[in-house]
């Protein structure tokens, strides 16, 4: 009988196309039914339901490409990167990253954003929760030190640049097609994917509100963040009142003060 391990081993192997499975069919008791059929059984199994889990993961990419296509791409997929854990919410991070160099969706170079956007979707409604701050909160603070704060998104946040519409494109898709479809070629666009409550969010974003909360997500200091919001966009209302804005959208969770306290 081989060693526990080296089964174990080319059990996996086995059913992620990467070996022949001679070693685990040696030690199958075939009562009917053959080693090698036993075998295909449980891979099928094993990519009947790591698929369904992708897809309703990716739904706007399913629904983007149809059946057929979104199982090839995910067979090829969990082939080439197969759960490296037990816990299947965290499966799928790097598809969108696949998305974008399978050949057979070169001609959809809006389809990776989609799924980007679908898996910030995913760790958004996942994420710990948290009560996001409101005016309340801040107008307790010194607005000199609030200037020199570093304010912290819910951590359900998740900021995104797109090279396409992205969140319409979701949107028209998860609508079920009903009204006039986005134009894939109308240029970059920006969104948050928030959980401020119960539901999760996908809030388009102007330039100046990106930059803003980009440079609160690095650490800057929220006087700087304004400062990059006013330099993202010639145009760019008061960037006072883009902040009063976003905090009535409870987007932040946290403030830290230069001495060290908080609300």
């Known amino acids: 009988m081989p060693a526990l391990r080296d089964l174990q081993s080319d059990m996996l192997a086995t059913l992620f196309g990467q070996g022949d499975g001679a070693l685990a069919a040696s030690a199958i008791l075939a009562a009917g039914i053959p080693?090698?059929?036993?075998?295909?059984?449980?891979?099928?199994?094993?990519?009947?339901?790591?698929?369904?889990?992708?897809?309703?993961?990716?739904?706007?990419?399913?629904?983007?490409?149809?059946?057929?296509?979104?199982?090839?791409?995910?067979?090829?997929?969990?082939?080439?990167?197969?759960?490296?854990g037990g816990c299947l919410i965290d499966y799928g991070a790097g598809f969108a990253a696949f998305l974008a160099a399978f050949e057979p969706a070169r001609g959809l170079p809006y389809l990776a954003d989609v799924a980007w956007l679908d898996w910030a979707w995913h760790e958004s409604f996942h994420a710990a929760d948290a009560r996001p701050l409101g005016p309340a909160d801040l107008n307790?603070?010194?607005?000199?030190?609030?200037?020199?704060?570093?304010?912290?998104?819910?951590?359900?946040?998740?900021?995104?640049?797109?090279?396409?519409?992205?969140?319409?494109?979701?949107?028209?898709?998860?609508?079920?097609?009903?009204?006039?479809?986005?134009d894939p070629g109308a240029g970059p666009s920006r969104a948050l994917v928030i959980r401020p409550d119960m539901a999760v969010e996908v809030r388009d974003l102007s330039a100046p509100a990106f930059a803003l909360l980009n440079a609160l997500v690095?650490?800057?200091?929220?006087?700087?963040?304004?400062?990059?919001?006013?330099?993202?966009?010639?145009?760019?209302?008061?960037?006072?009142?883009?902040?009063?804005?976003?905090?009535?959208?409870?987007?932040?969770?946290?403030?830290?003060?230069?001495?060290?306290?908080s609300p």
């Open 140 to 182: 307790r603070i010194d607005p000199m030190a609030l200037t020199r704060a570093r304010l912290h998104l819910l951590p359900s946040a998740r900021l995104l640049s797109f090279s396409c519409p992205a969140a319409a494109i979701r949107a028209f898709v998860r609508a079920g097609g009903t009204g006039t479809a986005p």
């Open 218 to 261: 690095a650490g800057q200091t929220l006087d700087r963040a304004l400062e990059a919001a006013s330099a993202a966009d010639g145009n760019t209302p008061d960037p006072a009142a883009l902040l009063a804005d976003l905090i009535v959208g409870q987007v932040f969770a946290g403030v830290d003060l230069t001495e060290g306290t």
């Open 35 to 84: 080693p090698d059929e036993r075998l295909d059984i449980h891979r099928n199994n094993v990519v009947i339901t790591l698929t369904e889990s992708l897809a309703a993961v990716f739904p706007t990419v399913k629904g983007l490409v149809g059946d057929d296509f979104f199982a090839a791409a995910a067979r090829a997929f969990i082939h080439g990167d197969p759960p490296r």
